[in-house]
């Protein structure tokens, strides 16, 4: 009886299934390709908006259908841009809004660059095996990124960062928030390695006009 209770119990369990939490760290690029010898000069402000880069990802199969994952790239892609921008700029100060022509010349600050993480995509499928199944994900993201100076816009441009990664699915599936965290921290790398090269090989930038 109580063995009975117990597949009972296991089996709901499994069929109510669980959620497993993917959570990317922040993710520098520094080896960013630049056609200039120094850093962009002078001082410029950096406003993230990460608000869309958070979403519940299911399997793409019944295999682990029972199950969600949670992909918040909300912190990770903050920390990666703020990183990644302060090895290319002089002085980089982060500001919680936006600031116009007036507050540049108030600061003291060349321009106003803003980056935002425009949509993020997940897949994860699981990939049966001989002893144990396998868990394989893909995250593409998409990011912005705009600089306005004290007389208009200076730059915009739109990148995007892929990543895939494979492992084991786990007893219960939970193998699959690894997968979706190595996959999304690939994919901000190589969106924010970007969005460092747009920066700083701009001319119109570096020129100010």
Same mark, same amino acid.
């Given at each position: ?12 369990? =499994?069929? @109510? ?6 959570? +990317? ?5 520094? !080896? ?7 850093? %962009?000069?002078?001082?410029? %402000?950096?406003?993230?908006?990460? &608000?869309? %880069? !958070? ?6 199969? $019944? ?6 994952? +949670? ?12 990183? =990644?921008?302060?090895?290319?700029? &002089? ?6 809004? +936006?600031?116009?022509? @007036? ?13 935002k993480g425009e949509e993020m995509n997940a897949r994860l499928r699981v990939v049966p095996g001989f002893w144990s199944a396998?868990?394989? =994900?893909? *995250? ?5 990124? &705009?600089?306005? /100076? ?5 730059? /915009? ?6 990543? !895939?990664?494979? /492992? ?8 699959? @928030?690894?997968?979706? &965290? ?5 994919? $901000?790398?190589?969106? *924010?390695?970007? $969005? /460092? ?9 570096? !020129?100010?006009?």
């Open positions: 009886m109580k063995c009975r209770k117990f597949a009972v119990f296991a089996a709901a369990f =499994t069929l @109510a299934g669980c959620q497993y939490k993917a959570e +990317p760290m922040p993710i520098a690029a520094y !080896n960013v390709y630049s056609s200039y010898g120094e850093k %962009l000069p002078g001082k410029y %402000l950096l406003f993230i908006d990460s &608000t869309a %880069l !958070n979403r519940s990802i299911k399997p793409s199969d $019944l295999n682990c259908a029972a199950h969600s994952y +949670p992909i918040d790239m909300r912190s990770g892609f903050s920390g990666s841009v703020r990183k =990644t921008l302060e090895s290319l700029v &002089t002085e980089l100060e982060i500001v919680d809004q +936006p600031v116009d022509a @007036a507050g540049l010349a108030e600061r003291k600050s060349r321009g106003m660059i803003m980056v396998g868990i394989e =994900t893909d *995250v593409d993201l998409v990011a912005s990124i &705009t600089v306005d /100076g004290r007389k208009g816009r200076l730059l /915009g441009s739109t990148v995007e960062g892929q990543g !895939n990664a494979q /492992g084991d699915a786990g007893v219960l599936c939970e193998g699959g @928030a690894k997968s979706l &965290t190595d996959s999304a921290e690939k994919a $901000l790398k190589q969106a *924010v390695g970007r $969005l /460092g090269e747009a920066l700083t090989n701009s001319e119109r930038v570096r !020129n100010g006009v």
